[in-house]
C-alpha cells in the first residue's frame, strides 16, 4: 500500500492550483498525500473565508476515509481571520472527523516562528488590506510583531497562482527590513516554495512559506524524516538530531 511511512490528508481550497503539486513534490519515500476540496473561497472575502470551516467538514469526510497519519487544512487566510481560538476549533473539528491529528497553515506559521524564537518578522501575502490586518493581529497573538508586509493586493485567490516565483523573490527583497529576525510567505497559493532557499542564502536570515511551513509541521507530527535538502532551513532541520521527539509517526504494514 502507498503510504506505508505515512499519509497525508490535504485539504484545500476548491480553487488552489499550488499546494497538492508541491506538496507531491516534497513528499517523501513512503508517504502519500490524499486531497480533498474545500468549496469556496475564490473571492477571499470574509463571508467565503468564515464559510470555508464549515465546508471543510465535508471535505474531512472524504478524506478521512484513507485513515490519514495526519490532515493537514491548507489554508492560511481560512484558518487565521477569526483569529487563534478559531483555528483551534477548525483543529478540533477535523480530527473529530478523521481521528487523526490536524494542523493548519496558520498553525504552522505562528508554531515555526516561535520555534526558531522571532519575534519580529516580515511578512509577504497577496491579500487586500482587511485580510492582511487579521494576519497581523493572530501572529501578534502569538507575541509575534509584522515589522514590514509586502503585498500583491489581488482579492480573487485563483489568480494568486499566477504570481511567478521570480516575482515572489522580487517582493520579499523589497520588503525585507533590517530589524525583522525571518521572514514569512504566507498563503499556499503562492509558489513561495522554489525561492526560499535563494532568499535565505541572499538575505542572510530565515524564510518560511505557507505550503513549506504546513509540510514541516505535518512530517513533524508523522515523525518522517523527508531528507529535503533545497527547500530552506525549516525542513531541513527534521533531518536534525531528535527532530521527531514528539512526532507519532507509526510503520505501516503493507497490504
Given at each position: 500500500?502507498?503510504?506505508?511511512?505515512?499519509?497525508?490528508?490535504?485539504?484545500?481550497?476548491?480553487?488552489?492550483?499550488?499546494?497538492?503539486?508541491?506538496?507531491?513534490?516534497?513528499?517523501?519515500?513512503?508517504?502519500?498525500?490524499?486531497t480533498a476540496r474545500i468549496a469556496g473561497g475564490r473571492?477571499?472575502?470574509?463571508?467565503?473565508?468564515?464559510?470555508?470551516?464549515?465546508?471543510?467538514?465535508?471535505?474531512?469526510?472524504?478524506?478521512?476515509?484513507?485513515?490519514?497519519?495526519?490532515?493537514?487544512?491548507?489554508?492560511?487566510?481560512?484558518?487565521?481571520?477569526?483569529?487563534?481560538?478559531?483555528?483551534?476549533?477548525?483543529?478540533?473539528?477535523?480530527?473529530?472527523?478523521?481521528?487523526?491529528?490536524?494542523?493548519?497553515?496558520?498553525?504552522?506559521?505562528?508554531?515555526?516562528?516561535?520555534?526558531?524564537?522571532?519575534?519580529?518578522?516580515?511578512?509577504?501575502?497577496?491579500?487586500?488590506?482587511?485580510?492582511?490586518?487579521?494576519?497581523?493581529?493572530?501572529?501578534?497573538?502569538?507575541?509575534?510583531?509584522?515589522?514590514?508586509?509586502?503585498?500583491?493586493?489581488?482579492?480573487?485567490?485563483?489568480?494568486?497562482?499566477?504570481?511567478?516565483?521570480?516575482?515572489?523573490?522580487?517582493?520579499?527583497?523589497?520588503?525585507?527590513?533590517?530589524?525583522?529576525?525571518?521572514?514569512?510567505?504566507?498563503?499556499?497559493?503562492?509558489?513561495?516554495?522554489?525561492?526560499?532557499?535563494?532568499?535565505?542564502?541572499?538575505?542572510?536570515?530565515?524564510?518560511?512559506?505557507?505550503?513549506?511551513?504546513?509540510?514541516?509541521?505535518?512530517?513533524?507530527?508523522?515523525?518522517?524524516?523527508?531528507?529535503?535538502?533545497?527547500?530552506?532551513?525549516?525542513?531541513?532541520?527534521?533531518?536534525?538530531?531528535?527532530?521527531?521527539?514528539?512526532?507519532?509517526?507509526?510503520?505501516?504494514?503493507?497490504?
Open positions: 500500500m502507498y503510504g506505508w511511512r505515512g499519509r497525508i490528508g490535504l485539504l484545500v481550497p476548491s480553487i488552489n492550483t499550488t499546494m497538492e503539486t508541491e506538496f507531491w513534490r516534497i513528499a517523501p519515500q513512503g508517504v502519500s498525500v490524499h473571492h477571499g472575502t470574509p463571508e467565503e473565508l468564515r464559510s470555508m470551516e464549515d465546508a471543510s467538514k465535508q471535505a474531512a469526510r472524504e478524506v478521512a476515509m484513507v485513515e490519514p497519519d495526519v490532515v493537514a487544512y491548507g489554508c492560511t487566510s481560512g484558518s487565521f481571520f477569526e483569529g487563534p481560538a478559531w483555528n483551534k476549533k477548525i483543529c478540533e473539528q477535523l480530527t473529530g472527523i478523521t481521528n487523526a491529528p490536524t494542523v493548519t497553515t496558520a498553525g504552522a506559521m505562528a508554531a515555526c516562528l516561535t520555534a526558531g524564537g522571532h519575534r519580529k518578522v516580515d511578512v509577504v501575502t497577496p491579500y487586500v488590506e482587511v485580510t492582511n490586518e487579521r494576519l497581523k493581529q493572530f501572529l501578534k497573538a502569538h507575541g509575534i510583531e509584522v515589522v514590514r508586509l509586502g503585498t500583491f493586493d489581488m482579492l480573487d485567490m485563483f489568480d494568486h497562482a499566477k504570481i511567478q516565483p521570480e516575482e515572489i523573490y522580487r517582493k520579499v527583497k523589497e520588503t525585507a527590513s533590517p530589524e525583522a529576525e525571518a521572514v514569512f510567505i504566507a498563503c499556499t497559493q503562492l509558489r513561495a516554495l522554489e525561492v526560499v532557499d535563494m532568499l535565505e542564502r541572499d538575505l542572510g536570515r530565515p524564510v518560511y512559506s505557507a505550503v513549506q511551513a504546513t509540510a514541516w509541521q505535518a512530517f513533524e507530527t508523522m515523525g518522517v524524516d523527508p531528507g529535503i535538502t533545497d527547500c530552506g532551513s525549516l525542513l531541513r532541520k527534521l533531518s536534525g538530531p531528535g527532530a521527531h521527539g514528539k512526532g507519532a509517526g507509526k510503520l505501516r504494514q503493507s497490504a
